[in-house]
């Protein structure tokens, strides 16, 4: 099912990415996933779908649970088409660690928080993706929501 916004298909189904694409990874981390059967960014998100579950992978992964919840929440993130892992650190970094708290972010505060992020740590604003991107993410926030 799609969603018409401003004469556009917003795509309605959460995306999935190799669990090698999530950012901030190790090398380790991710064969430790991957030995845990966990291949996609989906499947951790199934295995770590509630605070039980995660503390039953991070014992299962020798791992301490912030960093099963830190890659959670990026790969909530990364369910929205528009964010995917390109962005879902950037959101995380600018305080956004859910869909949900997306679509409830104001945009304007949003963009500059995410602006001010880019040029403390790249010095660069042109990586900075564009408000009307970040309004696109808001809206297939709302419809993942």
Same mark, same amino acid.
């Given at each position: ?8 298909f917003v ?9 090698d694409q999530?950012?901030?990874l ?10 845990? *059967?966990?291949?996609t960014?989906? +499947? !951790? ?8 579950? &995660?503390?039953? $992978?991070?014992? #299962? ?5 912030r ?16 964010v995917?892992?390109?962005y879902?650190?950037?959101l995380?970094h600018? *305080?956004?660690?859910?869909?949900? +708290? !997306? ?8 963009? &500059?928080?995410? $602006?001010?992020? #880019? ?8 990586l900075?993706?564009?408000i009307g991107?970040?309004e696109?993410w ?7 929501s």
């Amino acid at each position: 099912m799609s969603k018409i916004n401003w004469g556009i298909f917003v795509k309605t189904t959460s995306a999935d990415w190799s669990i090698d694409q999530l950012p901030g990874l190790s090398t380790d981390d991710h064969s430790r996933l991957i030995t845990c *059967g966990i291949h996609t960014t989906l +499947q !951790l998100l199934q295995q770590g779908k509630t605070p039980e579950k &995660r503390g039953i $992978l991070a014992s #299962q992964l020798q791992i301490p649970i912030r960093h099963v919840n830190k890659w959670v929440a990026l790969a909530d993130l990364a369910r929205i088409p528009g964010v995917g892992c390109q962005y879902c650190g950037l959101l995380l970094h600018a *305080g956004v660690a859910s869909p949900t +708290q !997306l679509a409830r972010t104001p945009l304007d505060r949003l963009h &500059r928080q995410m $602006l001010k992020l #880019q040029v403390a740590t790249l010095q660069r604003r042109d990586l900075c993706p564009a408000i009307g991107e970040v309004e696109q993410w808001s809206q297939q926030a709302r419809v993942l929501s």
